[in-house]
């Protein structure tokens, strides 16, 4: 019974070459959450929806972008990955701000 | 390819003997605490959580401890399995609306 769904698990693209990583959900929560992880490090938020809201984090690099276009599903695009980009992408869902969030699978990205 | 992740702190233990994983955090205005373990390869999984208002909690083998004096949390987990094996997180939000903030993650390895 998977609640928080990414596709695909892993990703390999090339270097600038633009990626779109999804998230689904099914447990109607408000918000919708993108967080990037590295090796042995705790996840790093990206940005978040409340709804059709958007909260970019002020560190995020602009090369990062985010679509919401229903409750179900948001998108994680990358324009122009770099080779520091390489990270697990961790999407995540919770009924409010500050609530327990549950985090999906992941998604491994590998830039060539 | 992917920067090279910091040094994640490591306990070890015998399988059968309890662990304590700590934490500490800096934020006195934190009302809602979680502990996360995240197995390699895949997403944060919720384990249990505990608000400010409350000093201990406890789970299926897992207990919760928090002193709001010196700004610490601690997870304890009863008779270690070797499928307990992973990195744990804590993460901390405060004030009814404010994202979670992760701390920096604690590698637990059980020898059999």
């Known amino acids: 019974d998977a609640m928080v769904i990414q596709n695909p698990r892993y990703q390999v693209t090339q270097f600038g070459k633009p990626v779109t990583l999804s998230c689904s959900q099914t447990?109607?929560?408000?918000?919708m959450y993108w967080y990037q992880q590295k090796s042995s490090q705790a996840p790093k938020l990206l940005f978040h929806?409340?709804?059709?809201?958007?909260?970019n984090e002020a560190d995020t690099p602009d090369n990062f972008q985010s679509r919401r276009p229903n409750t179900s599903f948001c998108f994680l695009d990358i324009r122009s990955p770099g080779l520091g980009d390489a990270a697990m992408y961790l999407c995540?869902?919770?009924?409010?701000?500050?609530?327990?969030?549950?985090f999906g699978p992941g998604t491994r990205l590998t830039v060539l | 390819g992917e920067s090279v992740g910091l040094h994640l702190p490591t306990l070890s233990v015998q399988e059968g003997d309890n662990s304590i994983i700590n934490c500490a955090y800096s934020n006195s205005a934190s009302d809602y605490f979680i502990w996360y373990k995240q197995e390699s390869g895949k997403g944060p999984q919720f384990i249990i959580d505990?608000?400010?208002?409350?000093d201990k909690r406890q789970g299926q083998r897992v207990t919760v401890l928090l002193n709001k004096t010196v700004k610490h949390l601690s997870l304890q987990i009863a008779a270690t399995q070797p499928g307990d094996s992973a990195v744990y997180f804590c993460a901390e939000s405060g004030n009814a609306g404010n994202m979670l903030t992760f701390g920096g993650g604690t590698r637990l390895m059980v020898k059999p």
């Open positions: 995540a869902t919770s009924y409010n701000s500050g609530n327990e969030q549950f």
């Open positions: 929806y409340y709804d059709k809201d958007f909260n």
């Open positions: 447990l109607n929560h408000n918000v």
């Open positions: 505990i608000r400010s208002n409350m």
